[in-house]
């Protein structure tokens, strides 16, 4: 640090996110940061070149307030785009009476390469109201963006250092060798150290009693009594340990090794495509959704050109999907409303997936969020004494249309019902050359993947490794993971998400088993000749990091082989959102698709029940519809991509 170099002060007109910097205001401060932002340029001048380059450093900084004074090592650097002088947070009731538009004073030289330190004043109103009147007078009409800054060349700079003492001398070096090294004590770093990762993994047991694995074992658990949640959690090591031990011996873990730069190296130039939907209500008109909206998200990694995205946008209102007798949205009366919605979020989300395959013909890759392939039983006719009460209503001619694009104008009778219509949706994914898989993060509360799991192992395989005859602990897996008949309903069933979580290591997933989603023995009999035709898909489970639940992958047969590049593809876009193991895709076509929360603010909401309201009472049917359709939402999808207001 040169010996000649020049002084500043720094005057900051606090604001609200300012004040998580005290103890006294955490609480009810409007940003939880706890620091105090500096303007880039201004951090520019306190900052050596080298310093301000690198991100910050930790300055020796003393600050004090009234009597109080505090000095201690504070980071002062780069948090995303601003500059942030903090650390840890000042205690002291005196703190309460600093508020916004009080001023914050740094003194220091400029061009700090971290050795020199640095004063940090506060003057507040409520504590010297004289000495905080002449600040203001000073700044008044100077200031900008909340900051201002006077070098010791001007003629202000005199009067500004009676309110903030000169930063003490950095310590000197000692005057002579020691005769013994001193001990080094290693810097404390501005954020937690991550722990190193343990040399070996942790076993079952030691899982099970980790934090995170110990909150979702009380989530899932947490109504039974003592004794019995200590039962389940031996239950659940036992039979991870074992599962385990089976799946390593008959090759069934894939182990996906970590490489971004390999593996965008490998996509780049693919086209790679997300879908996923969202759901609109109205509060005051009930709560069954009345819209579904569905957004597809292309991207080509590497592409640097403004076609590198496109979005794809696909809105339907509920009551238009199904075909009324006389026209117009349909009113019928069938009983199970809540299998109308969700055929309806079926089949627009899949036809979110057929849009995109069909006007972007050469996506490599597309990724639905969601199963691949529903249960379909329910959305059938109601059926009493053998004869159909209410029928289940067939897709109207525009939702054909929407739904399977020109093919889909030809259908009538009961190929426009849903379940013809969605099979036929299938099949189009299925057959196009793009490879399709379904992406599902919530944890599931079935064990369907374990029981198929357990049922495609060959005895002869695990026969060397099991404590009882393949056949004898099977059938004792099987009943201790579902235990339906348990007299004293303690057991809990234990799911696919909770013991693949404990089985699988960070980078592992399962190989693909097949799951029959549509078994004939649910099937409605006049509708066994479409449901035994819907494909069946592999199901696997893949685990990002060691925090996270593992993520459900579902895939259509013809994709089997290559598992392995699906698994990769997921795993590192999962590793690219902090903190939230998910696809990133995914993400940002969820944020897409997502229905604007104004549709659901009571103001608007008001506003719109007052309308419906009043074309109900004149029997104005053709403003009841207009009024609905604009409920849906606005042409102006684009604006919803995350990100297009900070380009």
């Not at 694995?213 to 389940?232: I, N, W």
């Not at 057991?491 to 997933?509: H, K, M, N």
């Not at 590192?572 to 549709?599: E, T």
Request: charged residues 25%; hydrophobic residues 40%.
């Amino acid at each position: 640090m040169a010996g000649d170099a020049k002084e500043l002060i720094v005057i900051r007109s606090l604001t609200s996110s300012d004040l998580g910097l005290f103890a006294a205001h955490r609480n009810s401060a409007s940003s939880k940061q706890r620091a105090v932002n500096i303007n880039s340029k201004i951090a520019e001048r306190l900052l050596s070149p080298e310093i301000y380059q690198a991100g910050g450093t930790t300055l020796d900084c003393v600050c004090t307030l009234g009597d109080f004074s505090d000095r201690s090592a504070r980071y002062f650097g780069k948090i995303h785009k601003n500059w942030r002088l903090g650390g840890s947070k000042l205690e002291g009731q005196i703190f309460s009476r600093v508020d916004s538009v009080d001023f914050a004073l740094i003194r220091s030289i400029e061009g700090n390469d971290g050795t020199a330190p640095v004063s940090l004043t506060f003057i507040a109103r409520d504590i010297d109201p004289a000495a905080h009147a002449r600040l203001a007078a000073l700044v008044e009409g100077r200031i900008s963006q909340s900051m201002i800054v006077f070098d010791e060349d001007q003629e202000d700079f005199g009067a500004l250092a009676a309110y903030v003492d000169a930063p003490p001398k950095p310590p000197q070096p000692p005057t002579r060798v020691p005769k013994f090294e001193p001990v080094r004590v290693a810097e404390v770093a501005p954020m937690p150290t991550p722990v190193k990762p343990s040399e070996r993994p942790l076993t079952i047991r030691e899982k099970l009693r980790s934090s995170h694995f110990m909150e979702q074992m009380l989530r899932v658990s947490g109504d039974l009594s003592a004794p019995a949640q200590l039962q389940f959690m031996d239950t659940v090591e036992q039979l991870a340990s074992q599962l385990r031990t089976v799946l390593l011996k008959t090759g069934r873990i894939i182990t996906i090794p970590r490489n971004h730069a390999g593996l965008w190296r490998d996509v780049a130039g693919q086209k790679i495509g997300f879908v996923d939907g969202g759901m609109a209500n109205l509060s005051m008109l009930g709560s069954a959704p009345i819209a579904v909206r569905v957004g597809g998200y292309i991207v080509t990694p590497g592409d640097r050109t403004e076609g590198r995205e496109q979005f794809i946008p696909l809105k339907m209102l509920i009551s238009e999907l199904y075909a009324a007798p006389e026209g117009g949205v349909y009113n019928g009366a069938f009983p199970d409303l809540g299998a109308l919605r969700d055929a309806a979020r079926i089949s627009v989300e899949a036809a979110g997936g057929v849009r995109v395959i069909q006007e972007v013909p050469d996506v490599k890759w597309l990724f639905l969020h969601g199963a691949l392939i529903n249960p379909v039983s329910r959305y059938t006719d109601v059926m009493r004494d053998e004869r159909v009460r209410y029928p289940f209503p067939n897709f109207s001619p525009e939702a054909l249309s929407e739904l399977l694009g020109s093919e889909g104008e030809a259908r009538s009778g009961r190929d426009a019902n849903f379940l013809p219509v969605y099979l036929r949706q299938l099949e189009l994914l299925q057959r196009s050359e793009a490879v399709v898989c379904g992406v599902v993060e919530r944890e599931s509360h079935t064990s369907s993947a374990i029981r198929s799991l357990i049922e495609s192992l060959d005895d002869d395989d695990i026969r060397s490794v099991l404590p009882l005859p393949p056949a004898i602990w099977k059938d004792w897996f099987l009943t201790t993971i579902d235990p339906r008949d348990d007299g004293d309903g303690e057991d809990q069933r234990i799911t696919d998400s909770l013991l693949f979580r404990c089985v699988l290591e960070p980078g592992e997933a399962l190989v693909p088993v097949i799951i029959d989603r549509n078994e004939m023995r649910r099937a409605p009999r006049a509708w066994h000749d479409v449901i035994e035709r819907f494909p069946k898909p592999r199901i696997s489970f893949l685990k990002p990091t060691e925090w996270s639940p593992p993520i459900r992958l579902e895939i259509f047969e013809k994709d089997a082989a290559r598992f392995t590049e699906v698994a990769t593809l997921i795993l590192h876009s999962a590793l690219l959102l902090p903190r939230y193991a998910f696809p990133v895709g995914l993400d940002i076509v969820d944020k897409f698709a997502k229905i604007p929360n104004w549709m659901s603010r009571p103001v608007n909401t008001n506003t719109a029940v007052q309308a419906l309201k009043g074309a109900l009472e004149r029997g104005d049917t053709r403003l009841f519809d207009t009024l609905r359709r604009i409920m849906c939402g606005s042409k102006r999808e684009w604006l919803l991509r995350p990100g297009a207001f900070n380009q």
